[in-house]
């Protein structure tokens, strides 16, 4: 079992930055790739941006230039940089960790960009 802790969420104005941390446990060993998926109210979860164990990442096309994703192999740790957020940003945002075949999720954390 794989456990997921986020940090970093709160409220933020338009043009603001915000940095998100995931930090993975237990059996937290092959885990690849991990990232970052969104959902908004009324809307379904969406990917953000995703980082393989070698650094390879993938971005959505709403947040390329604004966001960037990195990680920290050694701690488990995947992290979001949001820069320029937009209110369309809003949404509730949930790490991703993949190990094997199974998709484990963090608890969710809240983002809120005030126009």
């Known amino acids: 079992q794989v456990q997921l802790v986020e940090s970093g969420g709160g409220l933020v104005q338009a043009g603001g930055s915000l940095r998100l941390s995931c930090a993975a446990s237990g059996s937290a060993v092959n885990i690849n790739p991990m990232g970052w998926y969104r959902q908004a109210p009324g809307k379904q979860r969406e990917l953000v941006a995703v980082i393989t164990s070698d650094g390879n990442t993938n971005y959505a096309d709403s947040v390329k230039g604004r966001f960037t994703i990195s990680r920290d192999n050694a701690k488990n740790t995947v992290y979001l940089q949001m820069n320029s957020l937009k209110p369309e940003d809003t949404a509730v945002y949930y790490c991703?960790?993949?190990?094997?075949?199974?998709?484990?999720w963090g608890q969710g954390t809240q983002v809120t960009v005030s126009s």
């Open positions: 991703n960790a993949r190990q094997y075949w199974l998709d484990y």
